[in-house]
């Protein structure tokens, strides 16, 4: 009967603990995204409790476990998104074993990507992966939502920096932005899901450009009609030059010659477009007076020793001809003669100078000048063979009718003009490069090439310590490269406002002059072979010093 009795107790004893067993769970989130969760079990345990916790996953390092062994609670974060098995068991203090396990689904933050539309073609300036804009222009991205599949509105929390204005196209996943000024912009996207409350972030910086400064220069004023007329830009930032000369005629020419037949006041538009496509626009008149110049015909392209014979339909009463370069007048060329014929030699221009008297029109008070363009081995590629690394230079050969150019470039990147007569380079940071020209009419079956060799040099830059000085004080200037390291010049100079040379020094970083009396300005110049800006000046005025008081004089009193 007593054996009885103990069986019955430990049995008892034994279905409670498995009750318990039974009862026992962990508690934490089985459905979440990558990051951290908390764990803990559902009963209290007092003073401590022995458990260990084991987790299985995608990968032995894809999660990691801190344990409280105080309140038994645990943490797990999931660094790999898959499914994880979390087993826990808890040892009791009379021996019980209290286990639980857990089937975690860890879903993975998806990045949302926001990308151009209609993205510009040239690349970032700022060591970023920046999209580009230009300033004031109007652009449409695109997003991705990975949270939602079709939404109608999906929860997408969506901001814009450096816009002037924008609109959200949901069901079109689409952004449309106007950039405000140059700058700096983002696009931001935040998105979470409706189950886990994963979070997906995106975004995308933009570099907005500031608007393109565009100017060309116009040789002189008061043109009479028929005068030639180089247009030449200021800006060389253009990948394409689109002229408009008011009378009909348009050429994409970076210096473009244009010649008017009509007098009267002409709007010139220039366009420019630079490589990411960036636009500006400038306009400016010019004026044509109701006086003529002599016209003659036939002033078209020509290759070596080739005869041609000039008119002029001028009602004039004399004629007087000229011929420069290499050509031999045949015939005409008296001054009753309204035609000359020229033998022509080697190029690459030749040049018809025509003046008249005794006209029945108002006549411009200029000579005609015609440039006859004679293609030939002899063309020379023109523009600086001593420039700045990291510069945009212009480089022109003789242009040629109805003839294609093909350039090349080392050291440096054509950024316009390509298949014309004028280009544009773009020079890198090395120290030399190289310029080639092939060019040829199929026409005519003549044509040539050309090389130039450029030589690339750092800048410098040339600092008064003041620039105003007191007579009998020291003046000082110094040259610093562009690290702002003071450098050797070969020569200094400092000329009075007169010009006078007051001063010399040569294989120098700085100049230092005692400023003497009389003399009202100082004009610092250095000349240099070894930098690329050879010659600066730099100017100070000089200021008289204020007269020091002898002593202090009594005033007599007349009390």
Not at 245 to 270: A, H, M, R
Not at 384 to 406: L, R, S
Not at 454 to 476: E, H, P, R, T, W
Not at 530 to 539: F, G, L, M
Request: charged fraction near 15%.
């Amino acid at each position: 009967m007593f054996s009885k009795m103990i069986f019955s107790l430990i049995f008892c004893a034994f279905l409670l603990g498995h009750v318990q067993a039974q009862n026992f769970r962990i508690i934490g989130n089985t459905d979440v995204c990558l990051g951290c969760e908390n764990y803990f079990p559902n009963i209290t345990f007092q003073g401590g409790v022995e458990f260990s916790v084991d987790v299985t996953g995608p990968d032995s390092t894809c999660a990691f476990t801190t344990m409280d062994y105080n309140t038994g609670a645990f943490t797990i974060c999931y660094n790999c998104y898959g499914t994880y098995k979390v087993v826990a068991n808890y040892y009791g203090n009379s021996g019980q074993i209290y286990s639980d396990s857990l089937l975690v689904i860890v879903h993975p933050n998806l990045p949302i990507e926001i990308f151009p539309k209609d993205p510009l073609s040239c690349s970032s300036d700022n060591g970023e992966k920046c999209a580009k804009a230009c300033a004031g222009s109007t652009l449409t991205y695109g997003f991705t939502n990975p949270n939602i599949s079709n939404p109608p509105q999906p929860p997408l929390d969506i901001s814009v920096t450096g816009a002037a204005s924008y609109s959200i196209n949901y069901p079109a996943s689409e952004i449309t932005v106007t950039w405000g000024n140059g700058g700096s912009g983002s696009i931001t996207a935040v998105s979470f899901s409706g189950s886990t409350k994963c979070i997906s972030e995106g975004s995308i910086c933009i570099e907005i450009l500031k608007d393109i400064d565009v100017d060309f220069t116009i040789p002189g004023q008061n043109f009479c009609v028929g005068e030639s007329i180089e247009l030449i830009p200021s800006s060389l930032d253009g990948a394409t030059y689109s002229w408009d000369f008011g009378n009909g005629i348009t050429s994409s020419d970076i210096k473009p010659t244009v010649e008017y037949d009509i007098p009267g006041t002409y709007q010139v538009s220039l366009t420019l477009t630079n490589e990411c496509g960036c636009i500006g626009n400038i306009i400016k008149e010019i004026v044509i007076k109701d006086n003529y110049l002599p016209v003659i015909d036939c002033k078209s392209t020509i290759c070596e020793n080739t005869t041609s014979t000039y008119t002029t339909d001028a009602d004039c009463g004399l004629f007087k001809w000229k011929v420069l370069g290499d050509g031999t007048i045949k015939s005409g060329g008296q001054s009753t003669d309204k035609y000359i014929t020229i033998d022509w030699g080697k190029g690459p221009l030749g040049i018809v100078e025509l003046e008249v008297s005794g006209c029945n029109f108002d006549l411009c008070p200029k000579k005609a000048i015609y440039n006859i363009p004679i293609i030939s081995e002899d063309a020379r590629i023109a523009g600086q063979t001593i420039v700045c690394k990291n510069t945009k230079e212009i480089y022109t050969i003789q242009k040629y009718g109805a003839t294609d150019y093909q350039w090349t470039a080392t050291g440096g990147t054509i950024t316009a003009g390509q298949g014309s007569n004028t280009i544009i380079i773009e020079w890198l940071s090395g120290n030399e490069g190289t310029i080639n020209v092939a060019y040829n009419n199929c026409y005519l079956k003549c044509g040539g090439s050309d090389e130039l060799k450029v030589f690339l040099k750092s800048k410098y830059k040339l600092l008064l310590d003041n620039d105003q000085i007191c007579s009998g004080d020291l003046a000082v200037a110094t040259a610093y490269n562009e690290n702002n390291v003071p450098v050797i010049i070969e020569k200094w100079e400092i000329k009075d406002e007169n010009g006078n040379l007051l001063s010399t020094e040569t294989n120098k970083a700085n100049i230092q002059y005692v400023v003497p009396n009389g003399i009202s300005k100082l004009k610092i110049t250095t000349t240099s072979q070894t930098y690329c800006d050879a010659i600066q000046s730099k100017e100070a005025y000089v200021l008289p010093k204020s007269l020091l008081p002898k002593g202090i004089k009594r005033r007599k009193s007349h009390l």
